[in-house]
């Protein structure tokens, strides 16, 4: 069995994290890098580029270049929050099998699950090559306010990387599993988690041994790349007056500008005011490229984030009321997600909760860290000799038919050859799972650099002969220089008592940093055939010094010259800023729950409730329903999730159907129908017919996502023909 | 290693208890009481606690653990445990409740049937058809208190319309309001 480890799948950055002789730690890539951007490039040759090197073609292949689209996953091509978005980005969307989204990149429709799946195979790669080992499970992380399909969507990605899903968790659950390691007593904590793309709030009560989650509330539509817009909207005004040109006339040139909107933003956050110049966005009217500085203050950008971060703290504000508390009563506020290191925010949240927010948590890496101690807790199994109940979605692929409406492979230019009888790897053979996967032998293309050796008996193949291929063409390489940060200069204007938030967590930097030595073997060396070995990481407790501390409740060290373990100085470094901690011995047990209520439709277009939101998950709900009319075999129940009691104004999941009933008169069959939702929030419906007690067929008819094995099989095919670096 | 029969039993014992007895607390148990006894008890039975387990004992544990979620979920919240204690004393006419099972806080009404007919198809002659159809109209655009008087001037066109006025208790419940 292969280590198992946590990913935040974020909008904006993916982190790996794994925990390692106890202590969870955040892993870096061959270049020390934490943070993955989740950039989804697809190269002229065929490969798919992630990460730094995939955010940098943002520039100049915008039209192929993936980013930003976690929030859209599992949500139909016709709901506003896709309607919004298709004008927004410089890519195209196109509409798959029943209504599901899809991105185009070189005219190869793509579902979003395989945009997740191209970041979570680079992930797992990072993950492999810092542990020295496979990897083949994962707690994969979600924003609280994700739906059931959203949820569904996102384990779909991680079986199509290869991972067996243990977990999808909560961000904020994450964070606060992470930050609990360390307390004593029992705490009623707040997580405000504003990411790239979403909003959380989620209530906890921790005590000892048991954390249970009161209330979650957010917004899947709201975070950093919001107010990177609205930063771009506001530079093109700026050029609009001086060049009389704008540059949102092209998408090419406003991807640019958000791009440097982005950077500015982050700049804000430690500086009063940057001076950015603007380039490659266009032509004046008399032929001539424009080229200008501008001066963007924190000032101005806190305007233009005002109404977004105001509407985070409603949010919050109604969510501490629904649970009958008020905002002073707890104990602490954690802040998560790159968008909290803005001033504005972080102010706005102390004035609601009347207290400092707690800042020694790092809040890029304290959800992957958190989810690497749920992915621990839950990998002690011994393998599971039967699976769990088939969802609705497994369900409704086992129903379905096998014709696939144009889902078949489609021929792509940019395919690698495979010879066909080419092995597979050890982490691909997870989804090979009778629901849904019947894995293509070409899968074999995808290899990790290093091999990953396979030291457990139970792994499949020992070592991966290289399949036969084309050679891959040379790849860009992490340019030393950032493209566009060099280009870009501040008029540091030091702030007095710069926040130590600061500090904690470098910003993501886009040149490579010096590759740290006892954490990860130098980019070059060649492929460890050492089998068998201890992961390559060797972390041992922090030093006598350090461990007093952390056993004192003290998150992290005060100054990060503390007397430590001289051998460990990269342990040390790691635990100051927050990329690693202590886990406690034992686990405590997390009690989640499901951000909306599940409703079923009624009478003139309202809806019941089933399961109300903030329900502790798994938990379940039986109905019973009867037959309207006469001889009537058939009966449709139409599910959502969503808060309003109209019932279009929620997300509409699917329609249940129970057939196979029988012939009477109306009113005489009774049907029970129960639903369930499982620990990850996702929906399972099975039904019996009350007066023979038999099992009926209750098919959940999906909307907005592409679960049916036809269409996973395609998506497989594709994942396959891609190298992903 | 627990036995998955265990929880068979204990989940089976669940079902004719009310949901005092199924966190094991008094009547009057105060809401940290109640919590303390919900994280106790989901300590022995969350699935999560037997990943080293076969898998059937998780899942017979979850049994447990759902009507666990199921009791915590109406006695934490104030006004539902106010409208589950008078729906206790009312099933046994004692002071303090006894036997009772599951209460559905969300149910407007038991009985509910899926394939809906519209308010026009319910109504037996024109007259009432006409203000049926204006119900119809009222509760697609979600005017519940519009719906509601058109029905009651189709049920006075139609006295005896069991139908029609199963509708209109639905949408009496729907509003919150008794019926008179």
């Known amino acids: 069995m292969g280590h198992a480890i946590g990913i935040d799948l974020g909008t904006t950055n993916t982190v790996v994290a794994a925990v390692v002789d106890g202590v969870a730690i955040t892993l870096e890539d061959e270049h020390g890098r934490r943070l993955l951007p989740s950039v989804v490039s697809f190269h002229p040759s065929g490969t798919v580029l992630v990460g730094d090197s995939a955010r940098e073609r943002r520039l100049i292949d915008p039209e192929s270049t993936i980013f930003s689209v976690k929030p859209l996953i599992g949500r139909a091509f016709d709901s506003d929050e896709v309607k919004a978005a298709r004008g927004r980005f410089p890519f195209q969307f196109t509409e798959g099998a029943k209504n599901s989204t899809m991105v185009l990149a070189r005219d190869v429709a793509y579902a979003l699950p395989e945009i997740s799946a191209f970041v979570l195979r680079r992930a797992k790669a990072i993950a492999e090559h810092a542990l020295g080992g496979p990897v083949d499970r994962a707690v994969i992380t979600v924003p609280a306010n994700f739906n059931d399909l959203q949820r569904a969507s996102t384990k779909i990605a991680g079986k199509l990387a290869g991972l067996e899903v243990l977990r999808i968790l909560n961000e904020p659950t994450a964070a606060a599993l992470a930050y609990g390691q360390s307390i004593a007593q029992a705490e009623k904590i707040a997580v405000y988690d504003l990411g790239g793309g979403t909003f959380d709030i989620t209530l906890l009560d921790l005590t000892g041994n048991v954390f249970e989650v009161l209330a979650t509330a957010g917004d899947t539509a709201l975070g950093g790349d919001d107010l990177d817009r609205l930063l771009a909207d506001h530079m093109s005004i700026e050029v609009i007056k001086r060049f009389n040109y704008d540059p949102r006339s092209s998408p090419v040139a406003f991807a640019r500008l958000r791009f440097m909107a982005e950077e500015v933003k982050k700049r804000l956050s430690t500086q009063l005011e940057v001076e950015q110049d603007i380039s490659g966005i266009g032509y004046t009217e008399g032929g001539m490229p424009i080229t200008m500085r501008m001066t963007i203050t924190r000032e101005e950008l806190d305007r233009i984030a005002l109404p977004l971060i105001e509407r985070t703290v409603a949010v919050a504000r109604q969510s501490i009321e629904i649970i009958g508390m008020k905002p002073k009563e707890f104990d602490r506020v954690i802040l998560v997600g790159g968008s909290t290191r803005m001033p504005l925010a972080a102010r706005l949240v102390e004035k609601l909760f009347e207290q400092a927010p707690h800042l020694k948590v790092n809040p890029d890496e304290v959800v992957a860290l958190g989810a690497a101690i749920q992915a621990h807790a839950l990998n002690r199994s011994k393998g599971g000799a039967k699976r769990k109940a088939p969802s609705a979605h497994d369900q409704l692929a086992k129903t379905q038919g096998s014709a696939p409406p144009g889902a078949g492979p489609q021929p792509n230019p940019h395919a690698v050859n495979v010879p066909p009888n080419a092995p597979v790897p050890a982490g691909m053979q997870q989804i090979n799972t009778p629901q849904y996967f019947e894995l293509s032998k070409a899968a074999a293309v995808i290899t990790f650099s290093p091999p990953p050796p396979a030291p457990d008996p139970w792994s499949v193949p020992a070592v991966l002969p290289a399949p036969a291929r084309r050679a891959p063409p040379p790849l860009p390489q992490p340019q030393s220089a950032p493209a566009l940060g060099a280009a870009s200069r501040s008029s540091a204007r030091p702030i007095e008592g710069t926040p130590v938030r600061a500090e904690l967590g470098q910003p993501p930097s886009s040149g490579p940093k010096p590759a740290r030595r006892s954490l990860n073997a130098p980019p070059n060396e060649a492929p460890d055939l050492d089998f068998g070995s201890a992961p390559r990481i060797s972390l041992e407790p922090p030093g006598t010094g350090l461990g007093a501390i952390v056993a004192g409740g003290d998150f992290f060290p005060s100054s990060p010259d503390q007397p430590g373990n001289a051998n460990q100085p990269v342990a040390e470094a790691a635990f100051a800023r927050g990329s690693a901690i202590e886990t406690a011995d034992r686990a405590p047990l997390l009690i989640d729950v499901t951000p909306l209520s599940l409703r079923v439709e009624t009478v003139g277009g309202y809806s019941d409730v089933l399961i109300a939101a903030n329900s502790p998950v798994p938990c379940e709900k039986a109905r019973t329903f009867l037959t309207a009319s006469d001889n009537q075999t058939v009966v449709f129940i139409r599910v959502a999730q969503g808060e309003s009691s109209r019932f279009a104004e929620n997300t509409r999941l699917g329609e249940l159907e129970l057939s196979g009933l029988k012939p009477t008169t109306r009113g005489q069959v009774k049907i029970l129908v129960t639903f369930e939702l499982d620990a990850d929030g996702i929906l399972s419906v099975r039904a019996k017919d009350k007066d023979t007690n038999r099992e009926t067929t209750a098919a959940m008819r999906v909307m907005g996502a592409s679960t049916d094995k036809a269409e996973v099989d395609a998506m497989v095919a594709r994942q396959a023909r891609h190298e992903v670096a | ?180």
Not at chain 2, 38 to 63: K, M, Q, Y
Request: negative net charge; hydrophobic residues 40%.
């Open chain 2, 1 to 180: 290693m627990a036995s998955p029969i265990t929880f068979v039993v204990w989940a089976e014992s669940l079902e004719t208890m009310n949901y005092y007895d199924i966190l094991r607390v008094a009547f009057d148990a105060s809401p940290a009481e109640i919590q303390k006894a919900f994280h106790d008890l989901s300590l022995n039975t969350h699935p999560d606690r037997f990943v080293e387990e076969p898998v059937e004992v998780g899942e017979a544990a979850a049994s447990v653990f759902k009507r666990l979620v199921e009791a915590y979920g109406v006695l934490r919240r104030p006004p539902l445990r106010t409208r589950y204690d008078a729906e206790l004393r009312k099933s046994t006419g004692a002071a303090e409740p006894a036997a009772g099972s599951r209460f559905d806080e969300h149910a407007v009404v038991a009985k509910k049937t899926f394939e809906q007919r519209t308010l026009h198809m319910i109504a037996r002659n024109p007259k009432a058809k006409q203000y049926a159809a204006k119900a119809d109209l009222f509760l697609s655009n979600g005017q519940l208190e519009e719906a509601r008087i058109q029905i009651i001037s189709a049920y006075q066109h139609d006295p005896g319309n069991e139908e029609l006025k199963e509708r209109l208790d639905i949408l009496y419940e729907a509003l919150a309001l008794e019926p008179p």
